[in-house]
């Protein structure tokens, strides 16, 4: 039997239960050395009966499904494809675990074994080196068949895609020889394939980057699969039709989102080892491309406005003359908006790509993997030991606060502590590699101990941040009912000195009048959301001050003197105190949402991701306009408020979304699903 060539798609260290996360933490890193994983899987012996071999009992009610696209695959083109499911490949790597069963097993040259490890999310394939398909075309039904339904947990729907793939490719006799280039499947509009071509190209780089935290080269092999870059898929519309656009849009959107996120997380690695100025061509291309997603961001968000914005800004130059006109709700300038979305992004991951080798060959992890594992161990124990303090704050949170004001940490403690065990391991495997002379082995161990522990910050910061934001708000609150009950005041004198009652104004002094009551009685009651019950106060505040200065107006028949009356009778200190307190529940708001995004990456889509940036955008202008404009920073950052409430609601329905159809990590698409922690993409 020739030897047997395998693809893997690198996903390792599953999940730790948190019983073990207690015992790890107890027992401390010194004595983790050694510590084997639970239920490995030796290289095993194919079920006797079928093509399905299920030891981790994956498939369930599901097996006839797939035992049925078996049949039909080897019905069709005479190849049989094995499942196999197991909880791990027992230590060893997934090419080797597959290999090794393949040859174990007496497969051939028309057979093909698909190995799933459905505990460590890690899969590989095995064929013979003279089986019928290339390996382009092995690599292609993987990424395209396969890790999609693996992203999602649909460990039946891989099987089923494999099925479906191979006998798609296998029906294709020209792209049996190798010579298929990435041409065959371009769509035939020039300028959209152009834009969605170079995108593709660096999404897959900079989405090999993120599995591997350095060089492309460092992968496992050329058939390393990676199941986030998706470019056009099989039997999808084309690109001629609106929803295959904005399908295209949203997928470049979020690929580009996590190549950036991931970027700047390998960017902070590489500052406090190196220092700010051998990062500085780094930090300037991130910049960039960060400028660049913004872009895209924003004209996502245009096209989601109805009606669109005023200014809205396309494109230069008419639309190519071989495509025809969308319908009056799309239109030509909605075309040319989502292409530009795409080309956006191409620019910002071919910017980043641009620095790529410079970045890596700085890092070279494999040449100072002892230095680097050493800096990660001590941030690491830093971090250990910030937890105790988060682990205190956020119970003393819950003591003083109602549950909505710490719903956004609520899991945070116990969410770090499974990444800390999965840093734990990953760091003891790096250790062992050093000790055992293999330097690769544990640059990649140091790669994935990275992300770990970033997550594991990112979660003790955000306890900490929302500890800060509550107790500010909790001491701006009494001021900002003070003004409101002011404004109430002048209201009512308007009220009472009016021949008619200025429009609108009375359900304005009757709604703030409820919302002071209700914060009154959530405040005596005890624990209370004060982040929240400034938000109300604010926002009733806001909508009277406005209706009073414009009553304020009319009466003097001046309108462009109702601002100079109300700062008379308020100050400018009040308006800019005002400002402050929306500040505050805005920046809240941002953070939440971007912490929770942050920690469901391949869970939540474009929308989300684009009311976040959008938020973003919008507090970011109100430094710019604070000074001269103290109401119009005031609308920035109620806009901002409003965007990043949106994005959380938004993100929350996505993973909801991937939970109800049996994704406990959400819901996929574009970007799959949440890897578990300690893995090498997204621990």
Not at 159 to 166: D, F, M, S, V
Not at 243 to 251: H, S, V
Not at 482 to 489: F, H, P, Q, V, W
Not at 628 to 639: I, K, T
Request: proline share 5%; charged share 25%.
């Amino acid at each position: 039997m020739t030897p047997r060539v395998s693809r893997t798609g690198p996903r390792t260290a599953a999940r730790a239960v948190r019983a073990l996360v207690a015992v790890l933490l107890a027992m401390g890193w010194t004595a983790l050395p050694g510590a084997e994983p639970a239920h490995a899987e030796d290289p095993v012996a194919l079920a006797e009966s079928g093509r399905i071999t299920d030891l981790a009992h994956a498939l369930g009610a599901s097996a006839p499904r797939v035992a049925a696209a078996l049949d039909r695959l080897y019905d069709d083109r005479h190849v049989q494809l094995f499942a196999v499911y197991v909880d791990d490949f027992s230590g060893r790597t997934a090419q080797d675990w597959a290999d090794t069963t393949a040859q174990k097993n007496g497969l051939s040259r028309d057979d093909v074994l698909l190995a799933v490890a459905t505990g460590t999310r890690q899969y590989a394939y095995s064929v013979d080196q003279d089986f019928r398909l290339s390996d382009q075309v092995l690599g292609e039904v993987a990424r395209d068949s396969a890790e999609p339904a693996l992203r999602r947990g649909d460990w039946a729907g891989a099987a089923i895609g494999t099925a479906e793939g191979l006998d798609t490719a296998l029906a294709e006799p020209a792209r049996h020889d190798g010579s298929a280039s990435a041409s065959d499947y371009v769509m035939p509009v020039a300028v959209l394939a152009g834009a969605a071509a170079a995108a593709a190209y660096a999404y897959a780089r900079r989405k090999r980057r993120a599995a591997t935290r350095t060089t492309p080269a460092s992968a496992q092999g050329a058939g390393a699969q990676d199941a986030g870059a998706q470019g056009w898929e099989r039997g999808a519309a084309t690109p001629r039709e609106p929803a295959a656009l904005r399908a295209e849009a949203d997928r470049t959107l979020v690929a580009t989102d996590d190549a950036i996120r991931t970027s700047d997380e390998e960017l902070g690695f590489a500052t406090a080892q190196f220092g700010e100025k051998a990062v500085r061509p780094f930090a300037r291309a991130l910049g960039h491309a960060r400028s660049e997603l913004a872009t895209a961001f924003r004209l996502r968000q245009q096209l989601d406005d109805e009606p669109p914005p005023e200014g809205l800004t396309l494109p230069e130059g008419p639309a190519p003359p071989d495509e025809p006109e969308l319908p009056e709700e799309g239109g030509a300038g909605r075309r040319r908006m989502l292409r530009e979305i795409v080309a956006r992004c191409a620019e910002a991951g071919r910017r980043l790509d641009a620095e790529s080798e410079a970045f890596d060959a700085l890092r070279a992890l494999e040449r100072d993997a002892p230095q680097a594992l050493a800096y990660v161990e001590s941030t690491f124990r830093t971090l250990t030991g910030r937890m105790a303090a988060a682990d205190s704050t956020l119970t003393a949170l819950h003591q003083r606060y109602a549950q909505p004001a710490t719903a956004p940490v609520a899991g945070h403690v116990e969410e770090a502590k499974e990444y800390l065990v999965a840093a734990t391991a990953r760091l003891n495997a790096g250790r062992q590699a050093l000790d055992a002379g293999d330097r690769g082995e544990a640059a990649e161990q140091v790669r994935a101990a990275e992300s770990a522990v970033a997550r594991v910050a990112t979660l003790v910061d955000a306890i900490e941040r929302r500890g800060r934001e509550l107790a500010d708000a909790e001491e701006l609150l009494p001021a900002a009912l003070s003004d409101t009950e002011a404004d109430l005041a002048s209201a009512r004198e308007l009220l009472e000195g009016a021949a008619q009652s200025p429009a609108g104004l009375p359900g304005l002094v009757a709604r703030a009048e409820t919302v002071l009551v209700g914060v009154g009685r959530a405040r005596a009651a005890g624990p209370y959301d004060p982040i929240e019950a400034l938000r109300r106060v604010g926002e009733a505040e806001a909508a009277l001050d406005e209706a009073v200065g414009e009553a304020l107006g009319k009466a003097s028949e001046a309108p462009g003197e109702a601002q100079g009356v109300r700062e008379r009778e308020g100050g400018a200190g009040r308006s800019r105190a005002r400002l402050d307190r929306a500040a505050l529940t805005a920046r809240a708001a941002v953070a939440a949402a971007d912490d929770y995004i942050a920690t469901h990456l391949d869970a939540v889509g474009a929308a989300a991701r684009t009311r976040l940036a959008e938020a973003r955008r919008h507090l970011a202008q109100t430094d710019e306009t604070a000074g001269p404009d103290v109401p119009g920073a005031l609308a920035e950052v109620r806009r901002a408020d409003a965007l990043a409430r949106q994005a959380q609601s938004l993100a929350e329905a996505d993973v909801e979304s991937g939970e109800e159809n049996g994704n406990p990590n959400g819901r996929g698409g574009a970007s799959g699903a949440e890897d578990l922690p300690g893995q090498g993409e997204e621990p």
